[in-house]
Structure formats: C-alpha cells, structure tokens
Nanobody
C-alpha cells in the first residue's frame, strides 16, 4: 500500500513561484509519478510526469517552460517547481503513482494511488 501526501500549496500573486512536494510512504521503487490538477468547475487535468530515474519527463503544453518536475528517491519525494504562475493555474494539485504505468502514460490519469491534494491560488 502506498500513501501520498502533498504540501506546499498556498496563495501567490501572478508571476510568482511555488514549489509543491509529494511524499510517499510505502514502496515506490521503479514507479513513475505524476502531478494533476483540478480547477473549480473543471475536470482533472494532467500537469507533469516523471520516470523513476528522472530520465524521462513530460509536461502539459499549458505549463511547459514554467513548471519543472523532479524527484529525490532517497526521500521518497517528488517536487513541482512552478514559476511565472498565472490565475488560470489556480487549482487543487494532486500527485499520483502506479507500479504498472510508465511515465509516458501517466497523462491518461488511470493511476492506482492518489494524494488528497494541495490548493494553489494565484491571485492579486
């Protein structure tokens, strides 16, 4: 069993930065991981994914060049560095992982383990 806990959300002004963390308990060796977000009144959408070795990373077009996904396997933790934030980035951000899903397929959203999410609000 794997449990995921996100942290680092909060209120930030447009143009600002935040770093989200996702810490896993349980075995996640060789698991790809990903970030998703859900804005009020909208469906959940893929944000970014990373392979176990971090050699492969994938991003939604809407965040390319602004967000960076990374992980520290010694700490069982994944990160999402978010720069140049926009009001449309406002959402609950959740992390997910699954032993049977490659990083390239994380965007489909069919992941076994999910965190409860952390709220990011971009507003002046």
């Amino acid at each position: 069993q794997v449990q995921l806990v996100e942290s680092g959300g909060g209120l930030v002004q447009p143009g600002g930065s935040l770093r989200l963390s996702c810490t896993a308990s349980g075995r996640i060796s060789n698991y790809a991981m990903g970030w998703f977000r859900q804005a009020p009144g909208k469906e959940r959408e893929f944000v970014a994914a990373i392979s176990w070795t971090a050699s492969s990373r994938y991003y939604a077009d809407s965040v390319k060049g602004r967000f960076t996904i990374s992980r520290d396997n010694s700490k069982n933790t994944m990160y999402l560095q978010m720069n140049s934030l926009k009001p449309e980035d406002t959402a609950v951000y959740s992390c997910a992982t699954d032993p049977g899903v490659a990083a390239s397929l994380v965007k489909s959203g069919g992941m076994r383990y999910w965190g409860k999410g952390t709220l990011v609000t971009v507003s002046s």
